[in-house]
């Protein structure tokens, strides 16, 4: 029996994640959360038959709450998008209070659940959530996700792409770490390595098709918003990981954006690998029935990628910083 919910589900994400979430037969309750629409999208869903049961919640009448009792994961897609030229920072100022007032129904409501967050900059929305969290005492480090799958999605698409077998895509494993804007993929530990005699410009090129896929998106739609249905994707892949290791399946390994004191050694050998001592960061996590069992060692890395690392680690001790001293100074 699983209850997930879905904070902002009659958006651009929230709609086809939740219709994904659906999909999940482990999945028994589905709840949608939003300040529109939800009445409609959940009669919508409702009628699908996986065993799911659906019911939309609107602010009125203690619909947050209601929407969250009882909840086991709690994904977070609310807030506005980005538009051409805006950076995911750009977001801050709007995002930041909607993603505070609902970790504070979270943890309220259902502080033992998972929670996974997309809303952006999720650099800074996780250690909102995370702060919320501890001012009500409930903070545990091993539940609380900052959703970057897109961006360990596009890696395996666009390695795929350049073996020239998208066929290739759904096992193609690239470790993509840092933080979801300081996004750091290492090609150099590819499943499928790139091809012998690949050029350093090419390599480039690659790393910054990851780093910067989602402006392709925001490009093409042309001030219509960003990355919705491969969000929704990539969300629900991680979502899915969780649901299994939570139902006892060992092994599961996903990157994600987490405090590090998850960790069982308190992510003290990555925090040596980056040569800093963040309080959060993106790694490959192993994923257990409580949520992180550990984070992962970053392992070899190439000149290169080390770069890359010493570039995005300053930028997201800024984006954490933000984060934290929002609600320091709403305290
Ligand atoms: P959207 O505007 O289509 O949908 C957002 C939804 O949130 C709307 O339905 C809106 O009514 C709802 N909402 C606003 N305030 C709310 C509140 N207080 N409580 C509940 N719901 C509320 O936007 P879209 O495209 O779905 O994007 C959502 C967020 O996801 C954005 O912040 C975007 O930047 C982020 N995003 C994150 C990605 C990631 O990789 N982590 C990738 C793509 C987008």
Redesign the pocket.
């Known amino acids: 029996m699983v209850k997930a919910v879905v904070?902002?589900a009659?958006?651009?994400?929230?709609q086809p994640l939740s219709l994904l979430l659906k999909n999940n037969p482990s999945v028994t309750e589905l709840s949608l959360?939003?300040?529109?629409n939800t009445p409609g999208v959940a009669a919508d869903l409702s009628h699908i038959s996986t065993p799911a049961k659906v019911v939309g919640y609107l602010p009125p009448d203690d619909g947050l709450k209601k929407a969250l009792t009882g909840a086991d994961i709690v994904v977070i897609?609310?807030?506005?998008?980005?538009k051409p030229g805006m950076t995911?920072d750009d977001?801050f100022k709007i995002?930041a209070g909607?993603v505070r007032?609902?970790a504070t129904g979270i943890a309220t409501t259902a502080p033992k659940a998972f929670v996974l967050v997309?809303?952006?900059p999720?650099n800074s929305t996780v250690p909102i959530v995370v702060e919320v969290f501890k001012k009500h005492g409930v903070f545990d480090p091993k539940r609380i996700f900052g959703?970057t799958t897109?961006d360990v999605v596009r890696a395996s698409t666009f390695v795929a792409e350049v073996h020239g077998d998208l066929g290739k895509a759904p096992t193609v494993v690239v470790p993509v770490i840092g933080g979801?804007s300081g996004i750091v993929p290492l090609l150099s530990q590819s499943s499928h390595p790139l091809p012998s005699g690949f050029a350093q410009e090419s390599l480039e090129a690659l790393t910054y098709r990851i780093q910067f896929g989602?402006d392709e998106v925001v490009k093409a739609k042309d001030g219509a918003?960003?990355?919705?249905l491969s969000?929704a994707y990539a969300g629900v892949e991680f979502t899915n990981k969780i649901i299994r290791a939570v139902k006892g399946e060992k092994g599961i390994v996903a990157p994600s954006f987490v405090h590090l004191s998850a960790d069982k050694n308190g992510g003290e050998a990555l925090k040596k690998e980056i040569g800093r001592d963040l309080d959060y960061f993106s790694a490959p996590i192993e994923l257990g029935p409580e949520g992180v069992v550990a984070i992962k060692s970053l392992g070899k890395v190439t000149d290169y990628e080390a770069g890359l690392i010493k570039t995005a680690v300053p930028e997201l001790a800024i984006n954490i910083e933000k984060g934290v001293s929002f609600i320091d100074s709403s305290k």
């Open positions: 904070l902002g009659a958006g651009g994400i929230g959360y939003d300040i529109v897609p609310a807030g506005v998008p980005r995911r977001l995002n909607i007032d609902l997309i809303s952006n999720v959703v897109l979801h989602g918003g960003s990355a919705t969000m």
